[in-house]
């Protein structure tokens, strides 16, 4: 199977579960799973204001500030300052979680993880790389900045773009000309 290439450009922004601002869904698990019945979802979003976070239960979430000056996110009471971009920071979904902007917007990168079907681990990488899924794991690359590509399909990816690699696929080799995360994605069951 080769991988599957994710434009930014294809993508169409939606409202927030809760309202309160812009997602953008890179990819989930099933295909076409809504927020309430997806086993794994990646997006980006616009933060334009502070204000808190939905609630999802059963839910692990990673969330990574791509541009902007950061965030202070209280967890269930304990205050996260993410000022840093491109270091994610594990939470609950389950827990009450109130978002503070630090000095101005932000657009951050979000993996949601039913913890009953999945589980995630996100690295970032500033450099080539090669990236091989093990038995029952996916691997995403996202772009956050720069450029990347992949080398033995000559296809570049810009500023945005992700690629999904499944477990049945020989390694790929990535030239990193900027930022790019990586995701993998483990079944549990």
Same mark, same amino acid.
């Given at each position: 199977?080769a991988p599957q290439i994710l434009r930014a450009h294809d993508?169409?922004?939606?409202?927030?579960?809760?309202?309160?601002?812009?997602?953008?869904?890179? &990819?989930?698990?099933?295909?076409?799973?809504?927020?309430?019945?997806?086993a794994w979802r990646i997006s980006v979003a616009d933060v334009?204001?502070?204000?808190?976070?939905?609630?999802?239960?059963?839910?692990?979430?990673?969330?990574?500030?791509?541009?902007?000056?950061?965030?202070?996110?209280?967890?269930?009471?304990?205050?996260?300052?993410?000022?840093?971009?491109?270091?994610?920071?594990?939470?609950?979904?389950?827990?009450?979680?109130?978002?503070? &902007?630090?000095?101005?917007?932000?657009?951050?990168?979000?993996?949601?993880?039913?913890?009953?079907?999945?589980?995630?681990?996100?690295?970032?990488?500033?450099?080539?790389?090669?990236?091989?899924?093990?038995?029952?794991?996916?691997?995403?690359?996202?772009?956050?900045?720069?450029?990347?590509?992949?080398?033995?399909?000559?296809?570049?990816?810009?500023?945005?773009?992700?690629?999904?690699?499944?477990?049945?696929?020989?390694?790929?080799?990535?030239?990193?000309?900027?930022? &790019?995360a990586v995701v993998s994605l483990t079944d549990v069951r």
């Amino acid at each position: 199977m080769a991988p599957q290439i994710l434009r930014a450009h294809d993508r169409t922004p939606a409202p927030w579960k809760n309202g309160g601002g812009i997602t953008t869904e890179v &990819l989930a698990h099933p295909q076409g799973a809504g927020t309430d019945d997806f086993a794994w979802r990646i997006s980006v979003a616009d933060v334009a204001s502070s204000g808190p976070f939905s609630v999802f239960e059963g839910v692990d979430r990673i969330i990574t500030v791509v541009e902007g000056p950061g965030m202070a996110l209280t967890v269930d009471g304990t205050e996260h300052v993410v000022d840093t971009r491109r270091a994610p920071l594990a939470f609950s979904g389950d827990a009450t979680t109130d978002c503070r &902007l630090l000095d101005g917007p932000v657009v951050d990168f979000n993996v949601m993880v039913r913890r009953t079907e999945a589980k995630a681990e996100v690295s970032v990488e500033r450099r080539s790389t090669v990236l091989s899924p093990g038995p029952g794991t996916r691997v995403l690359a996202i772009v956050l900045d720069g450029t990347a590509a992949l080398r033995r399909e000559s296809v570049r990816l810009g500023r945005l773009d992700a690629v999904l690699f499944h477990d049945d696929e020989d390694p790929a080799d990535i030239a990193v000309d900027g930022v &790019l995360a990586v995701v993998s994605l483990t079944d549990v069951r």
